[in-house]
């Protein structure tokens, strides 16, 4: 389908990486390193206490939009420990990434949870970055589609097209995640073509042709272009790579390529 309808973005998710003191001198990095041209849009999804330091750094440097890695789907009251989507909001945060593998792994978040948290951030005027995935056992397994499939209808389950549009879905496939280990360009294409057939079935083709999918897993400055060439990659969920300002910049550029 034809990239021209949507969005390239690339999201950086530092996960419980960083302090606020080392915020400012890594956005004067990547700021000194970022490409002249504006091909994407870009965001760092910072840790909860990092968000105001994040913020301030980034308050002359539109470029970069600022981000959370999770978000509560109440919105007030006795839920010790959670962060609401108004907190972030008034903070000036953009995008929340929601579903991600280790919160589904270790803190054990389902799918129905998954939607709520995505249905409550995109109602906060946040766009919601939710991610799926399968893992090694499910690919072997040749279960991977089936999985996705489930995954990402649960995830835009009763959103309307409207809410959809401010919904990005990044495939992650578990076995990628931090290990160095990326999915070749062909194998994301493949699952990334099934989302936006599963996000056509659901939501219609006009609004799947306007969402934009991201790859995450292990993508590095070597390897973006070539995932981002795929007809149906719009962008990146970066994981380690976002740590260092002048590789995190090289995927940025690499979305020019296109
Ligand atoms: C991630 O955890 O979202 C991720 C993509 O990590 P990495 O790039 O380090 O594989």
């Keep these: 389908m034809n990239k021209k309808y949507r969005k390239a973005i690339i999201a950086g998710n530092w996960k419980m990486n960083m302090t606020a003191s080392a915020v400012r001198p890594f956005i004067d990095e990547l700021r000194a390193a970022m490409p002249k041209l504006k091909t994407c849009d870009a965001a760092i999804c910072a840790p909860f206490p990092l968000i105001p330091a994040l913020g301030k750094a980034l308050r002359d440097f539109s470029r970069v939009a600022v981000g959370a890695q999770d ?32 919160r589904r792994e270790y803190q054990h978040e389902d799918d129905f949870k998954v939607n709520a948290k995505l249905r409550a951030a995109i109602a906060a005027g946040m766009t919601g970055i939710v991610c799926v995935g399968e893992s090694l056992e499910q690919r072997n397994r040749g279960l991977t589609l089936e999985h996705i499939d489930y995954q990402v209808s649960s995830a835009v389950y009763g959103l309307t097209e409207e809410q959809a549009r401010r919904c990005v879905v990044a495939y992650e496939p578990l076995w990628a995640i931090g290990t160095g280990v990326v999915a070749t360009a062909e194998q994301a294409q493949e699952v990334c073509a099934e989302i ?13 042709r306007a969402m934009s999918i991201l790859y995450g897993g292990s993508m590095n400055a070597k390897n973006a272009a070539e995932l981002l060439a ?19 910049a090289a995927i940025i550029a690499a979305t020019a390529q296109e």
């Design 71 to 102: 978000v509560c789907e109440f919105p007030s009251g006795a839920h010790t420990g959670e962060v609401s989507c108004d907190m972030l909001t008034d903070l000036g945060v953009k995008y929340v990434i929601v579903g991600h593998s280790e």
């Design 196 to 208: 936006r057939a599963v996000l056509k079935r659901r939501l219609g083709a006009r609004t799947a």
């Design 230 to 248: 795929m007809p149906d990659i719009d962008g990146g969920l970066i994981g380690g790579a976002s740590l260092k300002p002048a590789d995190f």
